[in-house]
Each structure stands twice: as structure tokens, then as C-alpha cells.
């Protein structure tokens, strides 16, 4: 407790999801601490957040121990969205990579131990699904990872059952499956496709896939996330905690399918957007073909109950892209 609210900490909370969430818990009248080192995060993302009496940024390193445990003092939740993301950046550097998502995660789960936090909520990846073909995705069954950054967040699942069955740190684990929307960055060489693609066509430049075009996402917009942390930090369902859980819509798009959403979508404000022509190039490595999450569990245990659909959602992140980004 800060005062008399509860406090959340939000690693990485400058990010893309983490700014998301630290607008959304400040709505709800907690007090909340953003811990970023701005490596992939930004300023502007929480400057209007500044202004609040009950938001603290805290400047730091999740690699460095010290500066994990000032940032959980007072701490009730840790909503842990800090690390690396991006297959092709843990390809081009996995040490980079390793340090961040493996050695910063231990160092979280260390400093909330000490600090007797009441949960540890982080985000883990549908990565961790590797090789395994079975569709859809069901949280018991994994296969090999694919990547270095597959492998750190398989890691990450590893490292919070053991602090789990050894110290009692309540831990659970949201696999985010290709996530969406406001305030994810469209820049840069490991931007995520849909932003991407969107400053592309709104530039009348022709976005690049990669293969035919057939390989399908299931693509999950911001709010079914934010959704998603609040009902795993705050379930009393002692069956809920300390396991983890697919974070989607439960349903696929080829990005063939996604790139005409997008003309479709963002011609309504352009109509030259339509007439666009779509470049195919190799496949990358690292990717896995398809990915399709079986959200049962989420439903039974968390009462999970997805409010945006991909073309709802990608509606929403369009028009937020064309009047805050044209």
C-alpha cells in the first residue's frame, strides 16, 4: 500500500502494453509505479501521466538487483511487462536478449520475494509454443523453442513455478498472443507487423510479407489484455494461481487476410490506401507458421471474456494510428 491504495508496479510500463496498463490502473484509483529503462519504451507514452499524484516513474534496469528491490517497496502487485521482445532481435542478439528477459526476470522475481508482494503477474509469450503443430494452442502442451527469445520466456514460465513451489511467490503467467493496438510503435527495425504495416499504407508504400501470406496469427487486441492482468491479479480462486494462461481472442488470421483489413479499414480515410499493392518476400526464421489459442481455461478459471475481436480491435487501432500518427 501507498498511502491508502493499493500499488502496483508495471515493469517495462512505458512500453507499448505496459503504458496501457498504467492508464488503466490509474483510472481504477491505484497507485502506480512504472519502472523503465526506456530501451523500447518512451517518455511521450506516459508524459500525461506525469501529472498524476498517484503514478511514480522510477528510471532503472531490471538487470540491476538493486534497483528491482527499490522499485517493489510498498508493493502489493508487480505486473511484470519488461524484456526484449521480437524473434529477428534475439536472432541478431541473444545475449542481449538472455540478460534481459532471463537474468532482469530473476532479478523481479527476486527483489517481490523479499518484498512479500501479493502476486507476480507477467507476460509470457505464445512463442513458447515452438514446434508443436497441434492447433489450437492448449496450455499443456508445448513443443521445442524455436528462437533465442522463445527459449527466454520458456524460461521465464520455468523460473516462476520454481519461485512458486519454493518460496510461495504466487506467480501467473499471461502467454500474449501477437498483441495490438494504441501506442504500439510502428518504428524501427523490430516493429510489430500491424503497426508497421499500417505507417506503410498511410505513406502509400507497399508493406512487405513474409512467405505467401498464409501463415495465420491470432491476433489480440490491447484491451483483452489489460482485461486479461486484471483478472489474474486479483482472482482469490486458489486454482487460478501459479500457472499460466493463453492471452488471445481464440481465433486466426492469415496476414494475407490482415493486410486487406488494413486497405479496407484505412481507405475509408484515404481511398488511395485500397489500390495499394502488397510485396511477398522469403519466410523468416524463427517464425512458427500458425498460432491459435485455445482460451478455455482462461474462460473457466479467470472468467475470461474477450470483449474485441481482431477486425473490432483492428478498427479501433486504425483509427487511433490515423489520428495520432498521420
Known sequence: MIGNKTAILITGGAGFIGTNLCEYFLSRGYFVSCLDNFSTGFKHNISDLLKNENFKLIEGDIRNLEQCKEAVVNVDYVLHQA????????????????????????????????????????AASSSTYGDSESLPKIEEKIGKPLSPYAITKYVNELYAQIFSNTYGLETIGLRYFNVFGRKQDPNGAYAAVIPKFVMQLMKHESPVINGDGNYSRDFTYIDNVVQMNELAMLTQNPEAINTVYNTAFGDRTTLNEM????????????????????????????????????????????????????????????????????
Open 83 to 122: 524484456a526484449l521482445g521480437s524473434v529477428p532481435r534475439s536472432i541478431a542478439d541473444p545475449i542481449t536478449s538472455n540478460e534481459v528477459n532471463v537474468s532482469g526476470f530473476l532479478n523481479m522475481l527476486v527483489a517481490s520475494k523479499e518484498a512479500k508482494v501479493k502476486r507476480f503477474v507477467y
Open 259 to 326: 493486410v486487406t483489413y488494413l486497405k479496407e479499414y484505412l481507405s475509408e480515410y484515404d481511398a488511395e490506401i485500397s489500390t495499394i499493392k502488397v510485396i511477398h518476400g522469403p519466410n523468416r526464421a524463427g517464425d512458427i507458421p500458425h498460432s491459435l489459442a485455445s482460451i478455455d481455461k482462461a474462460k473457466k478459471i479467470l472468467n475470461y471474456s474477450p470483449k474485441y475481436s481482431f477486425q473490432h480491435g483492428l478498427k479501433e487501432a486504425v483509427k487511433w494510428y490515423w489520428e495520432n500518427l498521420k
